[in-house]
């Protein structure tokens, strides 16, 4: 995550609010995409009719938001802090790796299925416009470091074994759970718990060497 400036908090990397943060029509305009997406979705959305709901006109939208991708990727932040939240469970030493690996993937899942429809979105806006993908890749990445700490840490405490760099481990981790979440949104031939327990296996794998919780994952 970026280091905050002095005296104000840290900002994803999804986030990319202006310096006016606390700025009304913003807040109207995102107000009103938010519910216009939930009606429509990302194809038919409709910068006009989101401007008209939000009380503004079409230049105060664009004087925030490049187009109607970057304004989705806006709505994002919410959903990147519960990520965030749900990769703390990982470093929580005081409980086993492979409960720990659970309920972090369970949170992901979680998190993802109360906002599927903003993944929906974030998913088209994605493959529409090449600054959103940009934006995407590198929030994903900046979760990147906090797992990497994580199995440093567990490698110097010898629950896991030494192996390839950890932050190239964690980076793949990573691109491991965006395929796990877009599994989960938009469905395919395995089931929510199967997609959960193999992408489990694959981590403890990937950290400790096992896939069953024994050996040095112990």
Known sequence: MPTAAQGAPARSPIDRRQPQRSDQRRTAILAALD????????????????????????????????????AVAALLEPMHDALLAANTILADTAQPPRARIRDTLEAVAQTAEEHRYLFQAMWEARGANSAVRDMWDEARESFVPRVAAVISAERAAGRAPDGPDARVLASLLMELNDRLVERIIVGGPLSRRQLLEGAEAMWMGTIYGTVDGTGVAR
């Open 35 to 70: 519910e216009h997406l939930k009606q429509t979705g990302f194809d038919a959305l409709n910068i006009a009719e989101v401007a008209r709901q939000a009380g503004v006109g079409r230049s105060a939208f664009y004087f925030y938001f490049e187009n109607k991708a970057t």
